[in-house]
């Protein structure tokens, strides 16, 4: 496609379920981001891909969370035994390198956790 | 590590008032500077970047300018309209060949232009 594409846009689960989220990003780019926007909040740094390299994981918020990134290409961030503060924006991003090159945002995955 | 400050929102301005949203950095070496820009019900979009001191990012009448001996990265428009509502935030990235090159994004800053 065009553009990064992320799904679902919506996402109502209840509390304790896991939940899967998947990005598509730009065909070619190496660099594929994962945040999250809180209501009202900036974006936080979850997970970074870039190209054969390990992931930085530094911004995972706990052990519940976890993302792989499959052939370079397609993402998942998944969630487990969700609870009700994982309710957020999940943003991805990819861009073509890193570093100064811009990077293209999904629209991204509405999680409700209820 | 590295970490992005910018004003709180909201700011409210009438149409063709002049806008400024200050931000500013803390980072090793020559960061890229970015400002993005979320319209209401839209994604993150890029709206300008600098890559080196003393550089101007412009697009769309906005303008910043990389400061490294004030470590700021503010951004000002002359004269906003409507349509210039949305939330923005400015970020920094390492440079390429770095070891890690992650987005790193100030909180945001909501701006609304009224009529």
């Known amino acids: 496609g065009a553009g990064v594409s992320q799904s679902p846009s919506n996402k109502v689960t209840e509390k304790g379920k896991d939940v899967e989220l998947r990005c598509d990003p730009i065909?070619?780019?190496?660099?594929l981001y994962w945040y999250r926007q809180s209501l009202g909040q900036g974006l936080e740094f979850l997970i970074y891909f870039q190209g054969n390299s390990a992931p930085d994981k530094s911004g995972l918020p706990s052990d519940r969370f976890s993302a792989e990134r499959t052939g370079g290409s397609v993402s998942t961030l998944t969630i487990q035994r969700t609870q009700q503060e994982d309710s957020a924006v999940y943003l991805c991003?990819?861009?073509?390198?890193?570093?100064?090159?811009?990077?293209?945002f999904g629209q991204g995955t509405r999680l409700t956790v209820v | 590590g590295n970490s992005v400050t910018q004003m709180e929102g909201p700011v409210t301005l009438s149409e063709e008032a002049f806008l400024t949203i200050n931000c500013t950095y803390t980072?090793?070496?020559?960061?890229?500077l970015f400002w993005y820009v979320q319209y209401p019900g839209e994604g993150l979009q890029l709206l300008l970047k600098a890559t080196k001191a003393d550089d101007k990012g412009s697009n769309k009448g906005f303008e910043a300018t990389y400061r490294k001996e004030t470590t700021s990265f503010h951004l000002e428009k002359g004269s906003v309209q409507v349509s210039d509502s949305a939330v923005y935030f400015c970020a920094l990235s390492d440079p390429p060949g770095a070891a890690g090159n992650k987005l790193t994004f100030g909180g945001g800053t909501r701006v609304l232009v009224k009529p």
């Open positions: 980072a090793t070496g020559y960061p890229s």
């Open positions: 991003a990819s861009s073509s390198r890193a570093g100064n090159t811009e990077a293209f």
């Open positions: 065909s070619g780019h190496t660099a």
